[in-house]
């Protein structure tokens, strides 16, 4: 396991080129830098969701002193994961409280408190379907995102929801580099933005409309926008609504291994064919087009093949060059959905392992 010295040296550099008279890398492109230097050095750096504010079966409920220590990766691997995610859902509609459940304002801090110990922040968005009041995952109608765009219906509804979520990421800081991964899993048709409810267009279309009201209108110039369809998708489908290279810093794919009731043998090989079949012609396209890569989302629910982590996910990652990876949330209130292992789980030494490999960053 690596360690995040290359964060310090880059701050140093941007301080001494400073010093020259040249201008001074920005806060996100000093993000920027530390991703491709990782790459370069292959490294790939570990992130998990939610990891600071809940884990397995522990929830932080003091939103203002807790010390905010704890962590399912750390209390395994002795080390907090390099990235960590949150998600957003909720906040667009004034909700004190994300939809699972996590005070904003202590993601908040969460948050501050992790890029301040060196580490890295990505944010995910579930919001409401403005039309129906219903969920992220609400496909009643295909209606949604054309009625959002300018002279839609929903036009100046929806600027408040990018507003009150433009809100939030502001109070962390406009020199505070940031990831941020909206209208994700856009191929497949399981959210209101999904592949069958809009057209490419559209699609398109509102993640500009996002990227122009953040960087311009609210000058969040701080944020690498991480673009992240599902990645069981074509690369034909993942490219048909990429929003274009001024918009997107990232190229993330969302992958989950699914074992269901069939082998775990089976489930393995269906895995890496998925990603190969995406990250190869994507890195193609990410050299050309000069963009990171991640896995923007993977894991396996509950763990259940013992040796996932160094016989799975571990050889996958050597095959690309991919900066970093995020398993999702160790769901403190439903049984069964988590991504790492905590002190007692069986599966616990196969983590360490992962997590010692030379290239595996955490903190
Ligand atoms: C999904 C699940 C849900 C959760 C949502 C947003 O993948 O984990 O339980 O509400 O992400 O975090």
Redesign the pocket.
């Known amino acids: 396991m690596r360690h995040s010295f290359i964060f310090a040296s880059l701050a140093l550099l941007a301080a001494v080129s400073c010093s020259t008279g040249k201008p001074m890398n920005t806060p996100k492109e000093l993000l920027a830098h530390r991703l491709f230097a990782a790459v370069e050095n292959n490294h790939i750096l570990y992130g998990h969701q939610d990891d600071l504010v809940y884990g397995h079966d522990w929830l932080v409920t003091d939103t203002g002193g807790d010390t905010l220590g704890r962590s399912d990766v750390r209390a395994v691997s002795g080390h907090f994961p390099a990235i960590v995610g949150f998600?957003l859902?909720g906040i667009e509609f004034g909700d004190s409280a994300n939809?699972?459940g996590v005070d904003f304002g202590l993601m908040r801090r969460a948050a501050l408190k992790h890029i301040e110990r060196g580490g890295i922040v990505t944010f995910s968005w579930?919001p409401r379907n403005p039309l129906t009041g219903g969920d992220a995952w609400d496909v009643s109608s295909d209606q949604v995102v054309s009625s959002v765009l300018e002279g839609g219906q929903l036009h100046p509804l929806f600027m408040q929801w990018l507003d009150r979520t433009a809100d939030f990421l502001e109070s962390l800081g406009k020199d505070t580099p940031i990831i941020f991964r909206p209208w994700h899993e856009n191929v497949g048709s399981w959210f209101w933005w999904g592949g069958g409810l809009c057209s490419e267009n559209d699609y398109r279309e509102l993640y500009r409309l996002t990227w122009v009201h953040f960087t311009k209108a609210r000058g969040l110039e701080n944020i690498l926008w991480c673009y992240s369809p599902n990645g069981n998708a074509t690369v034909q489908e993942y490219m048909a609504r990429y929003p274009g290279d001024e918009f997107v810093n990232i190229l993330g794919v969302d992958t989950y291994m699914y074992v269901g009731d069939g082998s775990v043998e089976v489930a393995r090989v269906r895995y890496m064919e998925e990603l190969r079949g995406i990250l190869v012609p994507l890195n193609a396209i990410a050299t050309e087009h000069h963009k990171l890569m991640c896995l923007s989302e993977t894991g396996l629910e509950g763990l259940t093949d013992p040796s996932w982590w160094t016989e799975t996910l571990y050889p996958m990652l050597r095959e690309f060059p991919v900066a970093y990876v995020l398993t999702?949330?160790n769901?403190h209130d439903?049984p069964g959905?988590f991504y790492a292992p905590w002190p007692g789980f069986s599966g616990e030494n196969d983590f360490i392992e992962f997590c010692n490999k030379e290239e595996i960053e955490l903190l």
Do not use: E, F, N, Y
């Open positions: 998600d859902g939809l699972d579930h999702w949330r769901a439903k959905h």
